[in-house]
T-cell receptor, first 110, second 115 residues
Framework: QKEVEQNSGPLSVPEGAIASLNCTYSDRGSQSFFWYRQYSGKSPELIMFIYSNGDKEDGRFTAQLNKASQYVSLLIRDSQPSDSATYLCAVTNTGNQFYFGTGTSLTVIP | GAGVSQSPSNKVTEKGKDVELRCDPISGHTALYWYRQSLGQGLEFLIYFQGNSAPDKSGLPSDRFSAERTGGSVSTLTIQRTQQEDSAVYLC?????????????FGPGTRLLVL
């Protein structure tokens, strides 16, 4: 069983819509949760970090963490073509080791 | 510097040779991470430094891999006796966490090709 699972997609949404990306993890002791955006041929960039249950909002991005159900999601409101990328979910354990999902490819259609 | 830098940007080597990859983190970032990403794959965590210390080296793929960090700054990842399956992009990231916030930046990566 993989530590972190994501739907590989591709996920397509029209411009202006809400994109919803989901991630589940197997280690109930996971401590921190991250969402990264990675454009093709580029390095990842951190867009959201969350460690408490509930929602965390930053601009058009909202991360939602539910530790009881072991999932973390990312909502992108008012999706733009520039949001088209691969989104990586990662979790860390108490030893600060990172476990990444394989990423979800998002395409925002103008 | 303004960001995380890595060198070399590209490295082609022959199977069996040793290679050394360098990472210069953002000044003041206490945490430093090494990852690798094979073509079309997700990121694989290799090792984490807090200051100069690496609490857990179990993420390193084999004993041919080693890493060190000196002065709480520059880190080097060394791969001895390279194999073709070591070919990947090796990424370094540095981060600073405070008050429930985290800033984390990746370097541009070193593309390693083992022939």
């Amino acid at each position: 069983q993989k530590e972190v699972e994501q739907n590989s997609g591709p996920l397509s949404v029209p411009e202006g819509a809400i994109a919803s990306l989901n991630c589940t993890y197997s280690d109930r002791g996971s401590q921190s949760f991250f969402w990264y955006r990675q454009y093709s041929g580029k390095s990842p960039e951190l867009i959201m970090f969350i460690y408490s249950n509930g929602d965390k909002e930053d601009g058009r991005f909202t991360a939602q963490l539910n530790k009881a159900s072991q999932y973390v999601s990312l909502l992108i409101r008012d999706s733009q073509p520039s949001d088209s990328a691969t989104y990586l979910c990662a979790v860390t354990n108490t030893g600060n080791q990172f476990y990444f999902g394989t990423g979800t490819s998002l395409t925002v259609i103008p | 510097g303004a960001g995380v830098s890595q060198s070399p940007s590209n490295k082609v080597t022959e199977k069996g040779k040793d290679v050394e990859l360098r990472c210069d983190p953002i000044s003041g970032h206490t945490a430093l991470y090494w990852y690798r990403q094979s073509l079309g794959q997700g990121l694989e965590f290799l090792i984490y430094f807090q200051g100069n210390s690496a609490p857990d080296k179990s993420g390193l793929p084999s004993d041919r891999f080693s890493a060190e960090r000196t002065g709480g700054s520059v880190s080097t990842l060394t791969i001895q006796r390279t194999q073709q399956e070591d070919s990947a992009v090796y990424l370094c990231a540095s981060s600073l966490r405070w008050g429930g916030q985290e800033t984390q930046y990746f370097g541009p990566g070193t593309r390693l090709l083992v022939l």
